[in-house]
């Protein structure tokens, strides 16, 4: 491997693993605050991705418009499961409130299918289109714009997350909801909220997503499996730990790939996590708890 060869893998891996931050960072959220495991995320995030198709290429709507307007819907969707699932499930086990989202899952890869068939899309972001050298390396722009979005929004959710009063409060609630409604915080209602910003992230990385891969309505397990790698190679600590984790799988994934023959690159990053997670079996930071 030569010096630019080696560049090349590391800016594409770097900018690959902020889309992979991109599509964890929803479930990352929700299963940190609330507890939830929530295996429907990666079909919302492919319904997100169709939907942005439908917009940028069907309607022709600029693509960052349609970014808007697909977190907005997906967090109105989110609010709708919030109140008619999230909130009956309160008092089941674990077990039932997994059921019940393998069936939202389940009904929501369904109608994908019915309203968009099986077929393949991608997303032709139009102005967006094209490459931009950075030293070495070339790189797509609608990854770099996916990147820097990601990179923004992340910085954002963070200090929003340690800065603010809700943000304390919602941490509040991470840690224990109990005492968490003793001192006035209103549980009910944060949760809601971070429900429905959960699904809107899902939202987000499902554009960032269409912007950069072909996707189609029955390949999101392969999306949620990546997520949850990233949710355990992270730990359930910052938000910073879900875009450290995706930085490492998206550079491990890219230096593979310039090594070994494509075929074994998934194998080689399965690996390399089984490994990280044996050495280091909580987290990037040894994260035991729900810190958010």
């Given at each position: 491997m030569t010096l630019d060869q080696f560049v090349q893998a590391l800016v594409s891996g770097a900018l690959l693993g902020t889309v992979y931050a991109a599509l964890a960072l929803g479930l990352s959220l929700v299963l940190g605050v609330l507890g939830i495991i929530n295996?429907?995320?990666?079909?919302?995030?492919?319904?997100?991705s169709l939907m942005t198709w439908q917009l940028v290429n069907a309607w022709g709507l600029d693509p960052f418009l349609a970014l808007v307007v697909v977190v907005v819907l997906l967090f109105a969707v989110g609010g709708g499961i919030e109140r008619t699932l999230v909130r009956k499930l309160a008092r089941e086990s674990?077990?039932?409130?997994?059921?019940?989202?393998f069936g939202l899952m389940v009904i929501v890869e369904s109608v994908a299918i019915?309203?968009?068939s099986t077929d393949t899309y991608s997303v032709s972001p139009g102005y967006l289109a094209g490459t931009v050298s950075l030293g070495p390396a070339n790189v797509p722009i609608p990854r770099l714009v996916g990147a820097g979005l990601t990179l923004a929004l992340m910085v954002g959710l963070h200090l929003f997350l340690t800065r603010t009063l809700t943000g304390t409060a919602i941490r509040a609630i991470a840690q224990?909801?109990?005492?968490?409604s003793l001192v006035g915080i209103r549980v009910s209602r944060l949760r809601a909220y971070v429900f429905a910003g959960g699904v809107a992230l899902a939202g987000f990385g499902?554009?960032?997503l269409s912007f950069n891969v072909p996707f189609s309505p029955q390949e999101h397990v392969r999306w949620l499996a990546w997520a949850f790698l990233l949710v355990i190679v992270g730990g359930l600590g910052s938000v910073l730990n879900t875009l450290l984790a995706g930085?490492?799988?998206?550079?491990?994934?890219?230096?593979?790939g310039t090594i070994i023959p494509f075929?074994?690159?998934?194998?080689?990053?399965?690996?390399?996590?089984v490994v990280a997670l044996v050495v280091r079996n909580q987290g990037l930071r040894g994260t035991a708890t729900r810190t958010v």
């Open positions: 295996v429907a995320h990666s079909a919302l995030l492919i319904f997100a674990d077990l039932t409130v997994l059921l019940v989202f019915l309203r968009f224990n909801r109990d005492v968490a499902g554009v960032v930085l490492l799988l998206g550079i491990a994934e890219s230096l593979a075929r074994y690159v998934y194998l080689a990053v399965y690996a390399l996590l």
